[in-house]
């Protein structure tokens, strides 16, 4: 049995441009594409916090260091600059290949550099 699995996000990145006549994708700062490990060309889902809406489009790689998250082609109306989105990959996975599997979190500040990465997501706890 394989399962899919989340393989890497990008956590509340800010869109810095959303390009309706621009060829591609989601052009996505090659540093966080390293730091995650999503590849380009790879199908990523991305989450639009601002708005709700949710999208599958790929990854292109933009400039290192750029803080570029530039939301191009159709998927331009599904965002806007300044919107915080959630861009993850999934991968699938055998169970034994699931027993060694954590995927890799990326977070990021304001200006869409890298302030940590992690291995899980904490457990959610009940509200006081």
Known sequence: MQLNMLKAKIHRATV??????????????????????????????????????????????????????????????????????????FVQLSEAELEKFQPTLVYVDAANRISHTNRSIPKQMAAA
Do not use: C, K
């Open 16 to 89: 810095t441009h959303a390009e309706l006549h621009y060829e591609g994708s989601i052009a996505i700062d090659g540093l966080l594409l390293d730091a995650s490990g999503i590849r380009e060309y790879e199908q990523i889902h991305a989450w639009n916090v601002n708005s709700g809406q949710r999208f599958v489009t790929y990854a292109l790689r933009a400039e290192e260091g750029s803080g570029i998250i530039s939301v191009n082609g159709s998927a331009a109306r599904s965002a806007q600059a300044g919107d915080l989105v959630i861009i993850a990959a």
